[in-house]
């Protein structure tokens, strides 16, 4: 009769209404039945993404959406920006690496995010940069840079901007359009609601021109490829058919609302839990400007085992947080998701598992005092 | 009450006790729990591909894994041969190009397979090929080489061997370490009987080795950071989650019975769809001398529109088949599958709709004749 309910930053809570359809009798991939669904799926995504660009999708998990970015958009020797303010900043750079890319690494202390004109100052430098890659939520941080502001910058050159918004997309607000975003990466076992192995990515006009000059070799991931089966609601490869039927549904979900309306819902949750740390006294890992609203990093207090909390909550409790990431973090975050599925009592249940394993390890704090501040939130 | 049964070549059959796994609450993938999975799904894998090789697997379709071949083993320049039998063997050659490989590509007339002479040819007098690509079930012409003989000459040599055993695995034998099979990939959709979603592949220590000089950008498919992390029963990236916990159970069932005892029985099944065909005056597409076991192309009579017939099957009666493949193909043959977890009642299904929809459109023969002879195999 333990819980079993998934609190981290991807893969996040799965609604049962989702789990049912993953469970659907399988259909072809090549029907006119499948491509009804897909033309579906890269319309709901759109939506999601607020553009109007191609949206291409993979079998594959966020990674995958972001090597096609880095495979597409550049070859062996272009220059490129990435900011390293987390292990997810990390990945654009040893991608950029692989492809032999010259990536020019804005380092930026963990739970700081980037100043845009940091930015600026390298474009202004080197004019040949050819793209720029941030994260909209450093999942591994919980923190969130200005995007659009760093868009206003990187739209006035001729290099490409690139989000990796694979846990932010859903509670971090996005506006691909209106913002300037050329490439956003994303997945859908985040705000998405799904099991992990479907990725996707939005591309324009801009981006899609640069992807044309790229001599990198590429195949799986080739925008080339992914375009022309596009024009025809088709995937170039055989797509993960069960888990787009389930996109399908949990676009619709999504869409229904309007991610727009869902954003202040979700920043609610995160000012919750930034509210139930404090009461206990513990505080958090990110700025607070700059804090996420798809995760918190709460830092664990002195002589607790961060470690050794997320297990107890999860293998006593049921509850599945995440602990600290690289060997910044190991043992001194725990990180709370709230996306996708999660709701407000997701988070008291959260809250409360926290306080009961902090309470078991010893540290002293009012028992109670965290759920109560963070129900005071949802009530105002 | 349509019957909705897929006797396409992948996706195939999936039967409802892996649904429901499909559909089960999903745990995080960094955990004790989910480990265990790996552990066996690993183990399991081996067991199925008949190899101690390590095994790697990719949230991705069945062409990431053939990627990850082509980025892992070869830089660009590096020498190989691909045979070209069908699509599926068109497809080792588009990916050597992407990677800049030179491919010496073996043109062999679709429906025929490649003899192992012809590259034991070009092997002697290219002194430098570091790899030799072949199609264990070439799907698109349901022809199968013999790869035995074929391992016997390549493993004399310094050049590895590469098997898309994508459609084979399951139906048709392959003994991975016995024969000296150097690296098979495949994917969970075929004769493992899931969605698509989960691909993997098996590695030889004179394919690790072989790897390690390779300058080719890769990522996500690297061999260097999936062998890192099998050590710890983990993946570098985030798995299929809820594919992975359904691809256990059907290991478990295949390996329950051990493939080598499924052979025999998908064997009786393309022989008796082979005997319906001609039983009804149809030809087999391929020499029955190559003859896959995974599925069967049957040309379809002078007369009869091939797409129509299958859309018919399809739309009409609910019975999904493939059609032709490529210029050479389209309309002019229906393909039957024969592999997972498909029955001989499926298979008499399968022959019965192609009759009923055969009659239909014209085409005139004995109704039930094929059946009939269908069933006189099983009993036999």
Redesign the interface.
Known sequence: MKR?L?L?P??SK?PAEL??????????????QFQAILKEVFEGLKKVLKTQNDVFI???????AM?AA??NLLS?KDKAITVEAGKFGERWT??CK???VDAKVLKIAWGKAVQPAAIQEILAVEKDIKAVFITLCETSTATMPDVKAIADIVKQTSAVLVVDAISGLGPDELLTDEWGVDVVCS?C?KGLML???VSFISVSPKAMKLAEQST?????Y?FKKSKKAVEKADTP???????VMALNESLKMVNAKGIENMWPYYAKMAKAVRAAAKAIGLTIFADEANASNAVTAINVPPGIDGEKLVKAM??VHGI?M?GGQGEELKGKVVRIAHMGAVDEYDILTGIAVLEKALCAMGYKFELGAGVAAAQKVFNS
Chains 1, 2 share one sequence.
Do not use: M, Q, W
């Open positions: 079993n998934l981290s991807g893969p799965v789990c049912e359809v993953l469970g659907r009798p399988i259909i072809h991939h090549r029907t006119p993979f079998a594959s998990s966020g990674t995958g090597e880095v495979a062996a040893e991608l692989a492809y032999g997945a076992h099991p992990p192995g990198s070799p590429k195949y799986y080739s490869f055989t797509p993960a058919i069960n888990l999860r293998d599945t995440a």
